[in-house]
T-cell receptor, first 113, second 114 residues
Framework: DQQVKQNSPSLSVQEGRISILNCDYT??????FLWYKKYPAEGPTFLIS?????DKNEDGRFTVFLNKSAKHLSLHIVPSQPGDSAVYFC????????????FGGGTRLMVKP | DTAVSQTPKYLVTQMGNDKSIKCEQN?????MYWYKQDSKKFLKIMFS???????INETVPNRFSPKSPDKAHLNLHINSLELGDSAVYFC?????????????FGPGTRLTVT
């Protein structure tokens, strides 16, 4: 029973264009959402997060949007760069589960030069 | 200067053996975690531990046990290894306070059980 889902296993984008990665969740107790980036043979690296009281958070080229009514969040990367090629994981924290995170299955982003 | 380190990076062992994976963080964080990434690449929380509380994911077999000699270390002990334990294991840490959810991960330990 996946509470956090990333339905696109992969995404290919041209350098300079926008990358949009999507994530859906089912648990209404989730109150904090995060995106992690992972390169092969390395651990996930924290990228950006958003609290459930907000609908947008921006950090440089990265913006996360949260639509609570739809239980959907997305990560926008503008402009995309070849170094952004990695697997991106969406994660969520429930307000009744300490700091334990539930991860989605990941989306592999490939940015073509 | 590595923030979260794990040893070994690779571990190959036979069914039935007992093994440990070590994790150390030098970030001064007070909470540490273990995750398992299975063959389908899903990252699943196994344990969350600080000096006050151990939270165990109910799906984790009791053959797995975390041991914390101090705040900077959380080792993972696995008894009677099974084929299905083959996976990549990640250690992570975070600091409670604020959201406390920005977790910093180690590089992972690839465990292969034959």
């Amino acid at each position: 029973d996946q509470q956090v889902k990333q339905n696109s296993p992969s995404l290919s984008v041209q350098e300079g264009r926008i990358s949009i990665l999507n994530c859906d969740y089912t648990n209404s107790m989730f109150d904090y959402f995060l995106w992690y980036k992972k390169y092969p043979a390395e651990g996930p690296t924290f990228l950006i997060s958003i609290s459930s009281i907000k609908d947008k958070n921006e950090d440089g080229r990265f913006t996360v949007f949260l639509n609570k009514s739809a239980k959907h969040l997305s990560l926008h990367i503008v402009p995309s760069q070849p170094g952004d090629s990695a697997v991106y994981f969406c994660a969520a924290r429930a307000n009744n589960a300490g700091n334990m995170l539930t991860f989605g299955g990941g989306t592999r982003l490939m940015v073509k030069p | 200067d590595t923030a979260v380190s794990q040893t070994p990076k690779y571990l190959v062992t036979q069914m039935g053996n007992d093994k440990s994976i070590k994790c150390e963080q030098n970030l001064g964080h007070d909470t540490m975690y273990w995750y398992k990434q299975d063959s389908k690449k899903f990252l699943k929380i196994m344990f969350s531990y600080n000096n006050k509380e151990l939270i165990i994911n109910e799906t984790v077999p009791n053959r797995f046990s975390p041991k914390s000699p101090d705040k900077a270390h959380l080792n993972l002990h696995i008894n009677s290894l099974e084929l299905g334990d083959s996976a990549v294991y990640f250690c992570a840490s975070s600091q409670l306070g604020g959201t406390g959810s920005e977790q910093y991960f180690g590089p992972g330990t690839r465990l292969t059980v034959t």
